[in-house]
Nanobody, 115 residues
């Protein structure tokens, strides 16, 4: 069972920045895809960003140009750099990793953006 540990969430003012980190229990290069999803109160979970094992990235339209997903293989960590944060970015952010047909999830980290 793969475990994913997220960190970096918190409270920030609108326009500010946060960087989320996700560290899996296995080697990060063994996953086909690592990504972030978020869930705001009363809303469905939605895709934020993904990065493949070859480094290809994909973003939700709502965060493109503001968020950057990256991977540091030496630190075995995936990052989500979030800039120009808006109140609508407030949500619990979940890291997930796909290996073959299996998807593993982190416990989530709260991001709150005050306007």
């Amino acid at each position: 069972q793969v475990q994913l540990v997220e960190s970096g969430g918190g409270l920030v003012q609108a326009g500010g920045s946060l960087r989320l980190s996700c560290v899996p229990s296995g080697s990060i290069v063994s996953f086909n895809v690592v990504g972030w999803q978020r869930q705001a109160p009363g809303k469905q979970r939605e895709l934020v960003a993904t990065i493949t094992y070859v480094g290809s990235t994909n973003y939700a339209v709502s965060v493109k140009g503001r968020f950057t997903i990256s991977r540091d293989n030496f630190k075995n960590t995936v990052y989500l750099q979030m800039n120009s944060l808006k109140s609508e970015d407030t949500a619990v952010y979940y890291c997930y990793a796909i290996m073959g047909s299996k998807t593993s999830w982190g416990q989530g980290t709260q991001v709150t953006v005050s306007s």
